[in-house]
């Protein structure tokens, strides 16, 4: 079983749909982030949990919803996206916001239309 | 503000050969990491330098950061096929009270070895 395990692993959604994305960690972790990955731009860090509280929105659109509602669940609730929010979204765990490795799901793959 | 700055971005290398991925960044850190991903895969942990002056190597892989200079280089000796694959570097925040763990990352340097 892998350390953190995201789902779907695709998906594909109309501007007007809601959907949600769900990565749950098996390593112990009290720290939970989701990061964006675009094609040619760097990974952006979008949001950090520690302890099930919030700790860093880094500025993301409130289309983008977090949920955290243990250290081993994090999801990431869409609606009304716009097509330039069709990325890669990549969920990680650390033992604590302050630890620092980050081990990462595979990411899902979002298309919106 | 902390940014990153890996070059290159795309590395075509033969095989048997060396060379060296360069990562800068802009503001003090106490951390920095290695990271590798395979195209649709997830990002897997490579290193993590703590200290002026650390060196880690693991197979054809060394990796070294200098903290004065805030340089980290990822050194590739003899590569072959298998390490194909984005490599990134990743620098740690630091905010007050001490380090924390949100990353920035570079741009990634994509590394293709031919035979």
């Known amino acids: 079983e892998t350390g953190v395990t995201q789902t779907p692993r695709h998906l594909v959604m109309g501007m007007t749909n809601k959907k949600s994305l769900k990565c749950e960690q098996h390593l112990g972790h009290n720290a939970m982030y989701w990061y964006k990955q675009s094609a040619k731009k760097p990974l952006e860090l979008m949001f950090v949990y520690n302890f099930k509280e919030q700790t860093e929105n880094n500025s993301v659109p409130s289309r983008f919803s977090p949920e955290c509602p243990n250290s081993s669940h994090l999801f990431l609730h869409l609606h009304t996206l716009q097509p330039e929010d069709s990325a890669l979204y990549l969920c990680a765990s650390s033992r604590t916001s302050n630890t620092g490795e980050l081990f990462f799901g595979e990411g899902s793959r979002l298309t919106v239309l | 503000e902390l940014k990153v700055e890996q070059n290159p971005l795309f590395l075509s290398m033969q095989e048997g050969k060396n060379y060296t991925i360069y990562c800068n960044y802009s503001?003090?850190?106490?951390?920095l990491y290695w990271y590798r991903q395979d195209p649709g895969k997830s990002l897997e942990s490579l290193f993590v330098l703590l200290s002026n002056g650390a060196v880690k190597q693991e197979g054809r892989l060394m990796a070294s950061l200098d903290t004065k200079a805030r340089l980290s280089t990822l050194h590739i000796t003899a590569a072959v096929h298998d390490l194909s694959a984005t490599y990134f570097c990743a620098v740690a925040k630091v905010g007050d009270g001490g380090s924390q763990g949100n990353l920035i990352f570079g741009k990634g340097t994509k590394l293709s070895v031919k035979p």
């Open positions: 503001t003090t850190s106490d951390r």
